[in-house]
Nanobody
């Protein structure tokens, strides 16, 4: 199983970035796919998710109307379009794939750094 993020970088406040995640070694289409982020000294927090089954999309209130999550099951990819970025969006962003009533199948990428300067 492999999950890998890309697309992080440094941007000025108000700018945009697009993160991508690719998964392999598991049935991507049958997993809830999520983006999390973490800053030093704080717990990892959920940013956005597309559930399976159902395809319901959820966003943290802090990113609603600025970030857009999407997935392409044919390509085993997920994206996070981040617009109107703020310094407080600075974090390491992680891709997560999970499945099962107890999330017993739970895979993480290595993370990608997003830095937003004021």
């Amino acid at each position: 199983v492999h999950v890998e993020e890309s697309g992080g970088g440094r941007v000025q406040a108000g700018g945009s970035l697009r993160l991508s995640c690719v998964g392999s070694g598991f049935t991507f289409s049958r997993y809830t796919m999520s983006w999390y982020r973490q800053v030093p000294g704080k717990e990892r927090e959920l940013v956005a998710a597309i559930t399976w089954p159902g395809g319901k999309i959820n966003y943290d209130e802090s990113v609603k109307d600025r970030f857009t999550i999407s997935r392409d099951n044919a390509k085993n990819t997920m994206s996070l379009q981040m617009n109107s970025l703020k310094p407080e969006d600075t974090a390491v962003y992680y891709c997560n794939a999970r499945q099962g009533p107890m999330n017993e199948y739970n895979y993480w990428g290595q993370g990608t750094q997003v830095t937003v300067s004021s």
